[in-house]
């Protein structure tokens, strides 16, 4: 079951490394090296301390020699540390570095080759000739100006091939035509605007909106022209395409939290959500559920049926569960459901085994039915582990009652 499905993950997680166009290296806030893509060694070797990238923080040091105050400086946070700080590595190479902590300990790094950009962005400022080619001709960037109050006043056709506009559609209209409509916020514009004027430029990423309504992933960066008088008399606006960018990001999220076989949340995943909703004002509410005697599945029908199982498993718990509720392969067929303190937890997981008891697996044989037993704990006290080895005990009171069946840990006082 689960051995067949990993050689094929980890194929398809290799072949990602192989050719995602940025430099990933994955370490530990001690600085031991977990993993390095050839692009990442490509770019450090010529850096490293006699070629070695065992030590993150010695074989970035050129680059970011912060790096070490910046990871343990933010010990107790998530998500990212450094954003796309631009660094000149050997041979004029210009890296943009950006540092994630994807959980605990451990960090990701990524470089991405922005040497041509910042080669594009000097000509644009020092040669007014080079800049007014690049203005009308470049692919993956929509430059545009700003009159004061924000307002669009010089379209070119960069705007056209960035996001479909017309001159029509923006000439003497506000830059929040560009934004999504939950972004439009006025106040939120205004500060901006005041932002660019306050520090000469502003740089920001997200969400912005194409003509036909679709949305691209841009990088923007709005920087003031000055006037005579020491004011500001508008703004050059220059987004660069970054959609296929996060795609690849948001996939390496989501390979390093989901189960490859069933699509559920890892158990890293899983702790992560337990300790968001046990922190809330209800505390948390846990369904460990077991498939009943899932070993025999196997041993009767097969490795690929057991793994139809689990999915259908999966599937059923979605089918029932409110939207956005983890569902978490916990190990082997053991999964976890995380609620907020307040649900209905018991009643939830009756549910669950009443649809698990009601599905039908398709098999090339025939059908497969099979049950679960389900052990519930709620509580807000104690930690999420204490939570945790309640479920268990529940759970395997289930196993012991016969199995296909629900209990709750007794409520512990408060």
Avoid at 174 to 197: G, T
């Amino acid at each position: 079951m689960l051995d067949d499905a990993v050689p094929d993950a980890l194929e398809a997680l290799t072949e990602f490394l192989y050719l995602v166009p940025v430099g990933l290296m994955q370490f530990h806030m001690d600085g031991r090296v977990m993993l390095a893509n050839p692009l990442a060694a490509q770019f450090l070797m010529p850096l490293a301390p006699a070629g070695d990238l065992s030590d993150a923080y010695s074989a970035l040091a050129p680059l970011v020699p912060d790096l070490a105050r910046l990871v343990h400086g933010s010990a107790d946070s998530t998500g990212v540390i450094l954003d796309h700080r631009r660094c000149e590595a050997a041979g004029g190479l210009v890296l943009s570095v950006t540092l994630h902590r994807l959980h605990g300990a451990t960090m990701l790094l990524v470089l991405d080759d922005v040497t041509r950009l910042v080669e594009q962005e000097r000509r644009i400022q020092t040669d007014q000739q080079r800049f007014r080619a690049i203005f009308d001709n470049v692919r993956d960037y929509a430059i545009y100006t700003l009159d004061a109050e924000g307002c669009v006043d010089g379209w070119n056709p960069s705007l056209q091939r960035f996001g479909g506009w017309q001159p029509e559609d923006v000439d003497r209209r506000p830059i929040e035509v560009f934004f999504p409509p939950e972004d439009r916020a006025p106040e939120r514009m205004a500060r901006m605007l005041a932002e660019a004027r306050r520090t000469g430029s502003l740089e920001m990423e997200g969400w912005r909106r194409r003509r036909d309504g679709s949305r691209i992933w841009a990088n923007s960066v709005l920087t003031a022209l000055p006037d005579e008088a020491g004011g500001v008399r508008g703004f050059v606006a220059v987004s660069r395409d970054m959609t296929e960018r996060k795609r690849m990001e948001d996939e390496l999220r989501r390979l390093a939290t989901t189960d490859p076989l069933t699509g559920a949340s890892n158990r890293r995943a899983g702790q992560a959500a337990l300790a968001e909703v046990f922190a809330g004002p209800d505390g948390a509410a846990v369904l460990m559920l077991d498939i009943d005697h899932f070993k025999s599945i196997n041993d009767r029908h097969g490795h690929e049926a057991g793994d139809e199982a689990l999915c259908s498993l999966v599937a059923t718990c979605r089918a029932v569960l409110p939207a956005g509720t983890p569902v978490i392969r916990w190990g082997g067929e053991e999964f976890l459901i995380v609620l907020p303190g307040a649900a209905d937890a018991a009643a939830m997981a009756e549910a669950l085994r009443a649809a698990i008891a009601a599905t039908e697996v398709t098999l090339a044989e025939g059908a497969l039915r099979m049950t679960a037993s389900l052990g519930v704990a709620t509580g807000s006290d104690g930690s999420p582990e204490a939570l945790l080895q309640r479920a268990d005990a529940a759970l395997y009171a289930a196993k012991r009652g016969g199995r296909n069946r629900v209990e709750s840990a007794p409520v512990q006082a408060g």
